[in-house]
């Protein structure tokens, strides 16, 4: 239940107009807050203190509302009836499904063949998949597209090297034959090096540079050789992205189809883009102009083809808006990369909006910020290397594995990775998606402050709780008489609906985390001041604080499975 529409609906209706309706951090004057005299003073001709005079026994009328006073210049805080806090808490995790279900694709993850996954593609990972959770909990129908790096020059540049390495092997032959079973394996450890190796290779050496060029074109061209190759690492970094996947507890991808995928399409998209005229020859390559007359920056020209007539970057991520509107006819794309992306999508959705295959409004870039180290640059490992993923997932995992240690608590691996992916996903979400942040290992793995352990540490308390009580009371009337730390907690709890619909709204997954901390806060406070199992609490306050803690362990748990956290038995 959204408490907060409901309220806000309410009072819209019997003040026969929509009015500002604020959510105060301190809750000691009210419940909800609103400016509503002071915004309908002037037209009215009154003076704002005496219009929320006369609002406030209007708002009394609701039969919600416990009390209605004016404060300030004229504004009016409402406090709300405890049995209503109450019930509004007890379905707070009943999420009424959007009126109006979308079909969205989401593309995040987008890894890359043949390539290590780097520090670059956790957030689009961990923040794509929050997002998705978040809309499918609002009854969206999503579709999650790792829509792969693997048509490009990086694949011509592995068959290169690994050409280089074994020339015997008959898949460089043009007559190659793709009924040949070829006796070669490919070591995964090994491959994440060709990639690097043969690109500061290609940089000195124009030959295998050309070579690598010819390759690409003819890989791109069907080579059946090449093709053949091609399978085997792909095989081989399809399960390293599996394995992502599963370390990081994200959904696993509706599709798993990037570039080679979409260049299927290209011959359809580009009779549409002739018959609109708008492919461009310029300096050899074949391009899309997207710039405006009121653009004031550079707006490059969006590229269809190289100048060797290769698809492109571009050229793929058009063909596969096309792919995805026969595959899914979503009602909105949504696209998770770092903010250096930012121009090209701005060119893609043009380019789309022009072709008419997908409007301009309903494409979307989440372009989120740079990962940093201490020292406020790009985070790299110890060894001054720029990290991969691994390295990162294995810093944390370390990190905790110290702190528990150092604690004396005997705790099983399973547990410690439990906590170290607590600690890396919350720091990530805790964070203004466009906004950098520093990674540190240390910090993000404490058990106090706004991290990861802590919100997890309040799950397992809520339910060792639950666990101690064994079967939890019946409360048989709907408590009027909550203590301030009771209400307080009741009314965050009532507060996640609104919080779920606000981060899919604003896109923004931080929220859902900041939720969680304050949720956790709350319980913690209540937990402190409001014994529950001690023998000389009365039976009543004990059902009415065990209903609560069974409340809060339901919306936390919520928040948490929307971070796609792992909540431990014991810590
Ligand atoms: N594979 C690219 C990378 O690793 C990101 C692709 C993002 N998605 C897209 N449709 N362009 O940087």
């Excluded at 949504?334 to 022009?354: G, K, N, P």
């Amino acid at each position: 239940m959204n408490l907060y529409k409901f309220v806000s609906d309410a009072i819209n209706d019997k003040l026969g107009r929509p009015v500002n309706l604020e959510v105060p951090r301190n809750r000691d004057f009210g419940d909800f807050s609103t400016n509503a005299a002071m915004v309908m003073a002037k037209s009215a001709g009154k003076n704002p203190r005496e219009l929320a005079g006369e609002i406030v026994p209007k708002l009394m009328e609701l039969d919600f509302v416990a009390d209605a006073t004016v404060a300030g210049p004229g504004f009016i805080n409402i406090r709300l009836r405890d049995d209503f806090v109450w019930d509004a808490a007890k379905h707070a995790t009943d999420i009424t499904p959007a009126a109006t279900p979308m079909v969205i694709d989401l593309d995040y993850g987008a890894y890359n063949v043949a390539k290590s996954l780097h520090i670059g593609h956790l957030r689009t990972s961990i923040v794509g998949d929050t997002f998705n959770r978040i809309a499918k909990m609002l009854g969206h129908r999503t579709f999650s597209w790792n829509h792969m790096g693997d048509w490009g020059k990086p694949m011509a540049l592995v068959i290169a090297w690994i050409e280089r390495l074994h020339p015997e092997l008959p898949y460089f032959r043009d007559d190659f034959d793709p009924a040949t079973t070829v006796d070669f394996d490919i070591n995964p450890a090994e491959l994440n090096t060709y990639y690097p190796a043969a690109s500061s290779f290609a940089k000195e050496n124009p030959e295998f540079q050309a070579h690598a060029q010819e390759i690409k074109a003819k890989f791109q061209d069907g080579h059946a050789g090449y093709f053949a190759l091609y399978e085997k690492f792909l095989a081989i970094s399809l399960n390293m992205m599996n394995d992502t996947v599963r370390r990081l507890n994200i959904l696993p991808f509706d599709y798993d189809l990037g570039e080679r995928n979409a260049a299927k399409y290209l011959p359809q998209v580009e009779e549409i883009l002739r018959a609109k005229n708008l492919i461009q020859e310029s300096d050899g390559a074949q391009v899309i102009i997207v710039k405006k007359d009121t653009d004031n920056a550079p707006m490059p020209p969006y590229m269809w083809t190289d100048s060797r007539g290769a698809d492109t970057y571009d050229s793929t991520d058009l063909a596969a808006v096309y792919c995805r509107l026969h595959t899914d006819n979503p009602n909105k794309i949504i696209y998770f990369t770092d903010m250096r992306q930012s121009l090209h999508f701005e060119q893609l959705f043009r380019a789309a909006d022009l072709s008419g295959l997908f409007k301009y409004a309903d494409m979307e870039h989440i372009g989120y910020g740079t990962i940093n180290g201490a020292d406020g640059r790009p985070f790299k490992t110890r060894s001054g290397n720029a990290a991969g993923l691994d390295d990162i997932i294995d810093a944390v995992n370390n990190a905790v594995d110290a702190r528990v240690r150092e604690s004396g608590k005997a705790l099983d691996s399973d547990t410690v990775d439990m906590i170290a992916l607590a600690a890396l996903k919350f720091n990530d979400l805790v964070h203004d998606v466009r906004s950098d942040y520093i990674f540190d290992p240390d910090s993000v793995t404490s058990f106090e402050g706004r991290t990861g352990p802590y919100i997890l540490y309040t799950a397992v308390r809520l339910n060792s709780v639950l666990k101690r009580a064994g079967t939890i009371p019946a409360t048989d009337a709907t408590p009027t008489n909550l203590t301030a730390d009771e209400r307080n907690l009741l009314m965050e709890i009532a507060d996640f609906e609104r919080t779920v619909q606000s981060a899919f709204d604003n896109r923004a997954t931080d929220m859902i985390a900041n939720y969680a901390y304050d949720l956790c806060q709350l319980t913690n406070t209540f937990y402190h001041n409001c014994p529950i199992l001690r023998d000389d609490v009365a039976a009543d306050d004990r059902a009415r604080r065990l209903a609560i803690v069974k409340m809060a362990a339901d919306t936390l748990g919520m928040a948490i499975d929307l971070m796609g956290l792992r909540v431990p038995n014991e810590m």
